[in-house]
């Protein structure tokens, strides 16, 4: 199983940018789909990016299309999520996952492995 742990959380302004990064721990990352996903106070956890295991394909929900952008360094187990042009609505504690399949899915189900959440807080 592989083991996560993400970091890059914080407090940021509206209209800054994060970069939230994922080390991965395994043998199997390179061949693993990864996956970001968020959870609001009062809100249910909701995909936000994923990847394939070669990096070739990504899809993103429609909300951060434009501003955010997940990539991955298979040499160093690492996945990460840049956010750009932040808004208030992006405030959530971030989780990273790592898929069952080497192809995307944006399905939670589909995600065998959870890091433990960074916190991301986008002041107005």
């Known amino acids: 199983q592989v083991q996560l742990v993400e970091s890059g959380g914080g407090l940021v302004q509206a209209g800054g940018s994060l970069r939230l990064s994922c080390a991965a721990s395994g043998r199997t990352f390179s061949r693993t789909g990864m996956g970001w996903f968020r959870q609001a106070p009062g809100k249910e956890r909701e995909f936000v990016a994923t990847?394939?295991?070669?990096?070739?394909?990504?899809y993103y929900i429609d909300s951060v299309k434009g501003r955010f952008t997940i990539s991955r360094d298979n040499a160093k187990n690492t996945v990460y999520l840049q956010m750009n042009s932040l808004k208030p609505e992006d405030t959530a504690v971030y989780f990273c996952?790592?898929?069952?399949?080497?192809?995307?899915?944006?399905?939670?189900?589909?995600?065998?492995?959870w890091g433990q959440g960074t916190q991301v807080t986008v002041s107005s």
């Open positions: 996952a790592a898929s069952k399949y080497s192809i995307i899915t944006t399905m939670p189900e589909d995600f065998g492995s």
């Open positions: 990847i394939s295991w070669n990096g070739l394909t990504t």
